[in-house]
């Protein structure tokens, strides 16, 4: 057994949940791949209880449909963002462009290892952090981003 080996479970090492990347296809800038946090990546199924005339033990489940969370993306306040921009013209405008995302989580050499295609994505909600003179923080915005659904390709 090799001295590297020692150090790794059944030879496999799970990646890091902090090197990621988030873009937006037909959306965005350089800039707008860089996020702090991206949380809401989750899929569930609806049960469906039917009950059965005469059965009083128990109640019959049955899958329903998907349903798949809003997704809330951090980051550090940008000035010059094509995100912010498309996110505005729907708040504002009620302009609603639907647009199709890539979350990719990337190995150590920035190379996708696993991505995230979100599909119909659109803006639900933007905030920034509160403004405090009393703290040395950054500012910070948060998207909230719905969609329809989403599939996760293995590089």
Same mark, same amino acid.
């Given at each position: 057994?090799?001295?590297?080996?020692?150090?790794?479970?059944?030879?496999?090492?799970?990646?890091?949940?902090?090197?990621?990347?988030?873009?937006?296809? *037909? /959306?965005?800038?350089?800039?707008? /791949?860089?996020? !702090?946090?991206?949380?809401?990546?989750?899929?569930?199924?609806?049960?469906?209880?039917? @009950?059965?005339?005469? !059965?009083? #033990?128990?109640?019959?489940?049955?899958?329903?449909?998907?349903?798949?969370?809003?997704?809330? #993306?951090? &980051?550090? #306040?940008?000035?010059?963002?094509?995100?912010?921009?498309?996110? @505005?013209?729907?708040?504002?405008?009620?302009?609603?462009?639907?647009?199709?995302?890539?979350?990719?989580? #990337?190995?150590?050499?920035?190379?996708?290892?696993?991505?995230?295609?979100?599909?119909?994505?659109?803006? &639900?909600?933007?905030?920034?952090?509160?403004? *405090?003179?009393?703290?040395?923080?950054?500012?910070?915005?948060?998207?909230?981003?719905?969609?329809?659904?989403? @599939? /996760?390709?293995?590089?």
């Amino acid at each position: 057994m090799a001295k590297d080996d020692l150090h790794r479970a059944g030879g496999y090492y799970p990646p890091v949940g902090f090197h990621f990347r988030v873009e937006f296809i *037909n /959306v965005g800038n350089d800039n707008d /791949v860089r996020f !702090q946090s991206v949380s809401g990546l989750n899929m569930e199924l609806d049960v469906e209880n039917i @009950k059965e005339g005469g !059965q009083n #033990l128990f109640e019959h489940k049955l899958p329903g449909r998907s349903k798949f969370s809003d997704l809330t #993306l951090k &980051r550090g #306040l940008l000035l010059d963002s094509e995100v912010i921009k498309w996110i @505005k013209s729907a708040l504002y405008d009620r302009e609603f462009k639907p647009a199709n995302m890539n979350i990719s989580l #990337l190995n150590n050499n920035h190379e996708p290892i696993l991505t995230w295609k979100i599909f119909n994505a659109w803006p &639900r909600k933007w905030n920034v952090s509160d403004l *405090n003179a009393a703290e040395n923080s950054i500012m910070v915005e948060t998207l909230e981003i719905a969609y329809n659904y989403f @599939k /996760v390709e293995k590089a």
